[in-house]
């Protein structure tokens, strides 16, 4: 499975981006995807999931803000990030969870709020 996450860039304090994430795999419909972040010298963090079937999962730090969605015909997860806070500001993987259990990450994308 491959992963290309996309859409990031530069953006101001209570703007809005929009990240994409294309995946591999003729199986597509049958990962659970995630978006998780990296701030420079913090941890990774959950941001959003999205089961197979569709249910969604976010990070507290999240909740209300960002929508987690998914394209399984075009093999493809989204993320739609409003009400952008500098604390935001990190590289955001996309990351898939296959049915037999194999995780697979993506290069990730810089996403950065200037306050």
């Known amino acids: 499975v491959q992963l290309q996450a996309s859409g990031g860039g530069l953006v101001q304090t209570g703007g809005s981006l929009g990240l994409s994430c294309a995946a591999s795999g003729r199986t597509f419909s049958r990962y659970n995807m995630t978006w998780i972040r990296q701030a420079p010298g913090k941890e990774r963090e959950f941001v959003a999931g999205?089961?197979?079937?569709?249910?969604?999962a976010y990070g507290d730090s999240v909740k209300g803000r960002f929508t987690i969605s998914r394209e399984n015909a075009k093999n493809m997860v989204y993320l739609q990030m409003n009400s952008l806070k500098p604390e935001d500001t990190a590289v955001y993987y996309c990351a898939a969870r296959t049915p037999g259990g194999m995780d697979y990450w993506g290069e990730g994308t810089q996403v950065t709020v200037s306050s």
């Open positions: 999205i089961r197979s079937g569709g249910s969604t």
